[in-house]
């Protein structure tokens, strides 16, 4: 176990959490990582593109002209590929892009992620963002106590926290997700990670 500082609205330590080693003191796998986010990122694509082949094509029914004495190269329909309006080769057609992930990598991939930040110091642990009600305004003042203001944040909120992301949500440059969305890709693709140290002890017990 490691202890790692843990923080109010005002930016005022407050106390220490404990965090797994394992979890958020590994030497960061980089193969991993990329070969994690690449899956991702190929999962998300729709896949939906689409174009017709020379057989799909409407009409080219008619041979154009005479096979000989036209002195013009020979042609057997309208709809070949060299035609304007004819099919295309080797057209594109939907498809799955979405490739395998093991979950044991996808696991190392996250407690790599967690590591990295933490040894970047780029992991901010709040008690708790303590919203009575939405409020942008003391979000933004949260961010900048803590030193955070202007950067490309991931900021991780409890499922049961509406206060917490309805203040969070406007804020340029944020992205929000509950622990149960928390991914590779959006635990490194931002300048700062923040969250609350139970959020983080939960990472340490689901990961290890």
């Given at each position: 176990m490691s202890k790692f500082d843990v923080k109010n609205s005002e930016g005022t330590k407050v106390a220490e959490a404990e965090l797994a080693a394992e979890v958020y003191g590994i030497e960061p796998n980089l193969h991993v990582m990329h070969h994690i986010v690449t899956c991702q990122q190929a999962c998300w694509r729709q896949g939906t593109?689409?174009?017709?082949?020379?057989?799909?094509?409407?009409?080219?029914?008619?041979?154009?002209?005479?096979?000989?004495?036209?002195?013009?190269?020979?042609?057997?329909s309208t709809r070949s590929p060299q035609w304007r309006h004819g099919g295309?080769?080797?057209?594109?057609?939907?498809?799955?892009?979405?490739?395998?992930?093991?979950?044991?990598?996808?696991?190392?991939?996250?407690?790599?992620?967690?590591?990295?930040?933490?040894?970047?110091?780029?992991?901010?642990?709040?008690?708790?963002?303590?919203?009575?009600k939405p409020s942008t305004k003391a979000a933004v003042a949260m961010l900048k106590a803590l030193g955070l203001e202007g950067k490309r944040l991931t900021i991780i909120v409890r499922e049961d926290d509406i206060n917490a992301y309805l203040s969070f949500r406007n804020i340029p440059k944020t992205f929000i997700i509950t622990p149960n969305e928390a991914n590779t890709y959006d635990l490194v693709n931002n300048g700062a990670l923040l969250m609350p140290a139970d959020v983080a002890t939960h990472f340490g017990e689901v990961l290890a």
């Open positions: 593109q689409s174009a017709k082949t020379r057989s799909e094509v409407s009409g080219g029914g008619k041979k154009p002209w005479r096979q000989k004495g036209t002195g013009r190269a020979r042609q057997g295309v080769v080797f057209a594109p057609k939907p498809r799955s892009y979405a490739k395998r992930m093991n979950n044991k990598e996808v696991k190392l991939a996250m407690r790599s992620a967690l590591s990295a930040k933490v040894r970047d110091n780029e992991l901010v642990l709040v008690d708790d963002y303590g919203f009575e």
